[in-house]
C-alpha cells in the first residue's frame, strides 16, 4: 500500500514569510502530485498538481518534485492569514483512479 | 455550473438504525467516492466507484454499503449505525479516464453523529 506521509504540524509563519510544507511518498512509480487545501470545516480544494520534477508556479504557490527522493513540497510566499488552514498532499494510486491523501499539516499565519 | 452536493449536511442518529446520505454530482464524473475524516487520520477511502454498476471496497469499507444505478448517484449506507461511525463524510468525484488521476472535487461534507 502506498503511503504519503506530511508532518501534522502545526506549522505556524508570520505574515508575509514563506511557508514551505513537505510531504514524501512510499511509491517510485507515482508520476503525479496534488496538494489540496481545507479550511477548518470546509471540504478539501485542490491548489496544485505537479507532473514533472522540479519547480511549478502559480501565483504565490510553487510546488516542488523530486521524483528521485520521493519528495514534494509546497511553497508559499508572502503568507497571509487567509492561507491558514490545512493542507493535504496527494498521489494517485497503482492502477487506478484512486487518490492516496496524507493526514494533512496545519498551517497557521500570524497576522 | 457544475457541482457536487451532499445531503443532509448534518445528521444525528442511534446505534444500529440504517442511515444512507446521499452524493450528487452535475459533472457527469464517471468516478465517484466516499471518504471520512477523522481527527488524525486525514480522509479514509470507504468505497468508490469508476462507473454505473461498479462498486469497489476501500480501506475502511466495513459497515457501510454503496450502489451505483446512474452517473450522477453515488449513496452511501450504514447498514447498523455503530458510534464508531461518528464522523464528517465527504462525497468526491473525478473524471480520470485511460488511467490518468484527475482531480477529486469533493461535496460539502455530511457530519454525521451516532448515539
Known amino acids: 500500500q502506498k503511503e504519503v506521509e506530511q508532518n501534522s504540524g502545526p506549522l505556524s509563519v508570520p505574515e508575509g514569510a514563506i511557508a514551505s510544507l513537505n510531504c514524501t511518498y512510499s511509491d517510485r512509480v507515482s508520476q503525479s502530485f496534488f496538494w489540496y487545501r481545507q479550511y477548518s470545516g470546509k471540504s478539501p480544494e485542490l491548489i496544485m498538481s505537479i507532473y514533472s520534477n522540479g519547480d511549478k508556479e502559480d501565483g504565490r504557490f510553487t510546488a516542488q518534485l523530486n521524483k528521485a527522493s520521493q519528495y514534494v513540497s509546497l511553497l508559499i510566499r508572502d503568507s497571509q492569514p487567509s492561507d491558514s488552514a490545512t493542507y493535504l498532499c496527494?498521489?494517485?494510486?497503482?492502477?487506478?483512479?484512486?487518490?492516496?491523501f496524507g493526514a494533512g499539516t496545519r498551517l497557521f499565519v500570524k497576522a | 455550473d457544475a457541482e457536487i452536493t451532499q445531503s443532509p449536511r448534518h445528521k444525528i442518529t442511534e446505534t444500529g438504525r440504517q442511515v444512507t446520505l446521499a452524493c450528487h454530482q452535475t459533472w457527469n464524473h464517471n468516478n465517484m467516492f466516499w471518504y471520512r475524516q477523522d481527527l488524525g487520520h486525514g480522509l479514509r477511502l470507504i468505497h468508490y466507484?469508476?462507473?454505473?454498476?461498479?462498486?469497489n471496497k476501500g480501506e475502511v469499507s466495513d459497515g457501510y454499503s454503496v450502489s451505483r444505478s446512474n452517473t450522477e448517484d453515488l449513496p452511501l449506507t450504514l447498514e447498523s449505525a455503530a458510534s464508531s461511525q461518528t464522523s464528517v463524510y465527504f462525497c468526491?468525484?473525478?473524471?480520470?479516464?485511460?488511467?490518468?488521476?484527475?482531480?477529486?472535487?469533493f461535496g460539502p461534507g455530511t457530519r454525521l453523529t451516532v448515539l
Open positions: 496527494a498521489a494517485p494510486s497503482t492502477g487506478g483512479f484512486k487518490t492516496i
Open positions: 466507484s469508476y462507473g454505473v454498476h461498479d462498486t
Open positions: 468526491a468525484s473525478s473524471g480520470g479516464t485511460s488511467g490518468t488521476t484527475d482531480t477529486q472535487y
